[in-house]
C-alpha cells in the first residue's frame, strides 16, 4: 500500500539543523510532490513547503524561506526536509505528505498521504 | 491568524449534523479548490474531501463538502463519537504562491 515513513524524534539545540527523511514505497516516487507541514504544540496545521519529484521544483512559506532545503533521493524513494538556524518555536510534529494528484506544477490539490509525524524539539 | 477562518471549536451530540465553515478570500477559496482534513491528536492527518466536493474512497458519505465563492463548507451527519477531532481545511494561494490551512475547529461530540 501507499506508505510514507518518518525518521524518529529529535531532539536540538537553538541555533542547529535538523534533517527528518520521508520514505515513500507503494507508488511511483517522481510522479507525485511532497508537501511538508508542521503542527506547533496547541496549534494548528501549517504548510511549510513542497516538492516535485518530477523536476525539483520548490515551493515555500514566506515564514520559513531561507531556513527550509528540501531535497530528495530517487535511489531510496527518500525525500529530505532541513530547517537551520533552529528557534524554540520550531518545536513542532512535522509531517511529509503525498500530492493528490500526480505531476502537478505547485501543490493545488491537497494531500492524500501522510508520514507518521516526526516530533522535534528545540531546547537550550 | 490564519487567512482562512473556521470556527474554533463546535459542539454536536450524537447523530446529529454539524457544518463547518471555512471563509477565505478571492486568491485562495475563490480561485482553487478546497480540502478538508480530520486530524485526532498524536495520529498523521486525514484526507475527508478534495476538489472542494469529492470523497476519497473509505471515506463515508456523512461527510460531505461544498463552496460558494470564497467560502468552503463541511458537513458532517450522523455523528458518532469517534468523529470527535480537529478539521481543517486547505487550499491554495494564488497571490501568495503557497498552500494555505485554517486554523482548524475542534469538534465535540457530547
Known amino acids: 500500500q501507499v506508505q510514507l515513513v518518518q525518521s524518529g524524534a529529535d531532539v536540538k539545540k537553538p541555533g542547529a539543523s535538523v534533517k527528518v527523511s520521508c520514505k515513500s514505497s507503494g507508488y511511483i516516487f517522481r510522479r507525485h510532490g511532497i508537501s511538508w507541514v508542521r503542527q506547533a504544540p496547541g496549534q494548528g496545521l501549517e504548510w511549510m513547503a513542497w516538492i516535485s519529484l518530477y523536476n525539483g521544483n520548490t515551493n515555500f512559506a514566506q515564514k520559513v524561506q531561507g531556513r527550509v532545503t528540501l531535497t530528495s533521493d530517487t535511489s531510496t524513494n527518500t525525500t529530505y526536509m532541513e530547517l537551520r538556524s533552529l528557534r524554540s518555536d520550531d518545536t513542532a510534529t512535522y509531517y511529509c505528505?503525498?500530492?493528490?494528484?500526480?505531476?502537478?506544477?505547485?501543490?493545488?490539490?491537497?494531500?492524500?498521504?501522510w508520514g507518521q509525524g516526526t516530533t522535534v524539539t528545540v531546547s537550550s | 491568524q490564519s487567512v482562512l477562518t473556521q470556527p474554533p471549536s463546535m459542539s454536536a451530540a450524537p447523530g446529529q449534523k454539524v457544518t463547518i465553515s471555512c471563509s477565505g478570500t478571492s486568491s485562495n477559496i475563490g480561485d482553487n479548490s478546497a480540502s478538508w482534513y480530520q486530524h485526532l491528536p498524536g495520529t498523521a492527518p486525514k484526507l475527508l474531501i478534495y476538489d472542494n466536493n469529492k470523497r476519497p474512497s473509505g471515506i463515508p458519505d456523512r461527510f460531505s463538502g461544498s463552496k460558494s465563492g470564497t467560502s468552503a463548507t463541511l458537513d458532517i451527519t450522523g455523528l458518532q463519537t469517534e468523529d470527535e477531532a480537529d478539521y481543517y481545511c486547505?487550499?491554495?494561494?494564488?497571490?501568495?504562491?503557497?498552500?494555505?490551512f485554517g486554523g482548524g475547529t475542534k469538534l465535540a461530540v457530547l
Open positions: 505528505a503525498r500530492d493528490r494528484h500526480p505531476l502537478v506544477a505547485a501543490p493545488y490539490y491537497g494531500m492524500d498521504v
Open positions: 486547505e487550499t491554495w494561494d494564488s497571490s501568495l504562491s503557497a498552500v494555505l
